[in-house]
């Protein structure tokens, strides 16, 4: 089993930038297809991001691809998630996930998740 702990969030202007970190103990993250999902208040759980074990492959949502970029550094045991153009749509609380399986856009398929990191972005 693999723990996982979100940071990085926080309040920033439209347009602007933030990078999220997911921090992996337990395993290493190279044993996981990884991925990044948020929630905002009265919404359902949303996918943002995956990446392939290897960091070599990344599928995005289409609300978010062009602007945000998944990646991992499977040596320090982290994965990352750029945000870039930030809207205040993408205002929610993100979460870090890991899978046992292939690359997936659904949350069912990932069995250990983060806490959660608030990212608000005000117009």
């Known amino acids: 089993q693999v723990q996982l702990v979100e940071s990085g969030g926080g309040l920033v202007q439209a347009g602007g930038s933030l990078r999220l970190s997911c921090a992996a103990s337990g395993r290493t993250v190279s044993s996981y297809t990884m991925g990044w999902f948020r929630q905002a208040p009265g919404k359902e759980r949303e996918f943002v991001a995956t990446?392939?074990?290897?960091?070599?492959?990344?599928y995005y949502a289409d609300s978010v691809k062009g602007r945000f970029a998944i990646s991992r550094d499977n040596a320090k045991n982290t994965v990352y998630l750029q945000m870039n153009s930030l809207k205040p749509e993408d205002t929610a609380v993100y979460y870090c996930?890991?899978?046992?399986?292939?690359?997936?856009?659904?949350?069912?398929?990932?069995?250990?998740w983060g806490q959660g990191t608030q990212v608000t972005v005000s117009s």
């Open positions: 996930a890991a899978n046992d399986g292939p690359l997936s856009i659904r949350s069912s398929e990932y069995a250990y």
């Open positions: 990446i392939t074990r290897s960091g070599f492959s990344a």
